[in-house]
């Protein structure tokens, strides 16, 4: 099926829309992951430095007071060294970069669909490389976030963007 230009146009435009979309709720789904992390540390790490401080001033402390400190501590750790492993700042930083790149091209995108009847070839051929290249650096979209948006287009009965189509 051979596509005119402004269809082509209207196509990429849905396409560049969705994994705006996609990558805001991606962003918003590291910062949300980053906080159940963190809280907790921040709680646990509070409790146990309290605990300790506590525990200074008294002669004998209660061992089961002890272990559940110790315990406490290495649960703060692990949820710690995971936040960090996890990088969730970051990458939510990445996919907030790569849904406000995509702002431009969809931007971009609407001013050729609405100023020129027949864009040039090369107006064409120059989006086409400004969204290939931000497709490669794009961070990947979590399967269960395209999907989630997949549902809300076929509830509100939109043209659906394929697996195949993903672009990051």
Same mark, same amino acid.
């Given at each position: 099926?051979? =596509?005119?230009?402004?269809?082509? =146009?209207?196509? !990429?435009?849905?396409?560049?829309?969705?994994?705006?979309? +996609?990558?805001?709720?991606?962003?918003?789904? +590291?910062?949300? =992951? @980053?906080? !159940? %992390?963190?809280?907790?540390? #921040?709680?646990? $790490?509070? !409790?146990?430095?309290? $605990?300790?401080?506590? $525990?200074?001033?008294?002669?004998?402390? @209660?061992?089961? =007071?002890?272990?559940?400190?110790? %315990? #406490?501590?290495?649960?703060?750790?692990t949820?710690?060294?995971l936040?960090?492993?996890? *990088?969730?700042?970051?990458?939510?930083?990445? /996919? *907030? %970069?790569?849904?406000?790149?995509?702002?431009a091209?969809? &931007?971009?995108?609407?001013?050729?669909?609405?100023? +020129?009847?027949?864009?040039?070839?090369?107006?064409i051929?120059?989006? &086409?490389?400004? %969204?290939?290249?931000?497709?490669?650096?794009?961070?990947?979209?979590? /399967? &269960? #976030? !395209?999907? *989630?948006?997949?549902?809300?287009?076929?509830?509100?009965?939109?043209?659906?963007?394929?697996?195949?189509?993903?672009?990051?």
């Amino acid at each position: 099926m051979i =596509l005119s230009t402004e269809q082509l =146009l209207a196509d !990429w435009y849905k396409r560049i829309r969705f994994v705006q979309y +996609c990558h805001y709720e991606a962003a918003k789904a +590291c910062d949300r =992951l @980053n906080l !159940w %992390l963190g809280i907790p540390v #921040i709680v646990l $790490s509070t !409790w146990v430095g309290s $605990s300790v401080f506590a $525990s200074l001033g008294q002669d004998s402390v @209660n061992s089961t =007071l002890q272990i559940l400190t110790g %315990l #406490i501590s290495l649960l703060a750790a692990t949820l710690a060294s995971l936040q960090t492993f996890f *990088r969730f700042t970051e990458k939510a930083e990445k /996919h *907030r %970069l790569s849904a406000a790149r995509y702002g431009a091209l969809r &931007r971009e995108t609407e001013e050729m669909l609405a100023t +020129c009847s027949q864009p040039p070839a090369e107006m064409i051929a120059t989006l &086409r490389q400004k %969204l290939d290249r931000l497709a490669d650096e794009a961070p990947h979209i979590p /399967h &269960r #976030i !395209w999907a *989630r948006r997949q549902q809300v287009l076929r509830e509100d009965g939109h043209h659906q963007v394929g697996l195949a189509d993903r672009s990051s």
